[in-house]
């Protein structure tokens, strides 16, 4: 069982940044890929960034829309992953969810149903 807790939404002015926080429970998080994915309102919730499990090369992916703003990153010893975004834009507003997925890699990174937690959600609002 692992439990997800996301940290670090707020207001930001677009060309601004934030860096959202997971803290994640339990002793196997290196174990897990992590996720990144948000949800604006009215709008299917999408995948942002994620970063493989810790037993197999690392492996990041990103959708082209973050790409080259956002870095996702983990510190195993402190079970949280980290979502560093730069060069806000107002369509990057959206609740941000945090997800875990046990050892999954490739392109399965990229998708919703392989992730088996989740966290409660943070909002990021980025005014123009």
């Known amino acids: 069982q692992v439990q997800l807790k996301e940290s670090g939404g707020g207001l930001v002015q677009a060309g601004g940044s934030l860096r959202l926080s997971c803290a994640a429970s339990?002793?196997?998080?290196?174990?897990?890929?992590m996720g990144w994915f948000r949800q604006a309102p009215g709008k299917e919730r999408e995948f942002v960034t994620a970063?493989?499990?810790?037993?197999?090369?690392?492996?990041?992916a990103y959708a082209d829309s973050v790409k080259g703003r956002f870095t996702i990153s983990r510190d195993n010893a402190v079970n949280t992953v980290y979502l560093q975004m730069n060069s806000l834009e107002p369509e990057d507003t959206a609740v941000y969810y945090c997800?875990?997925?046990?050892?999954?890699?490739?392109?399965?990174?990229?998708?919703?149903?392989?992730?088996?937690?989740w966290g409660q959600g943070t909002q990021v609002t980025v005014s123009s």
């Open positions: 997800a875990a997925g046990y050892k999954i890699n490739g392109l399965a990174l990229r998708r919703r149903s392989a992730y088996g937690y």
């Open positions: 339990g002793r196997t998080f290196s174990s897990y890929a």
């Open positions: 970063i493989s499990w810790s037993g197999d090369n690392t492996n990041y």
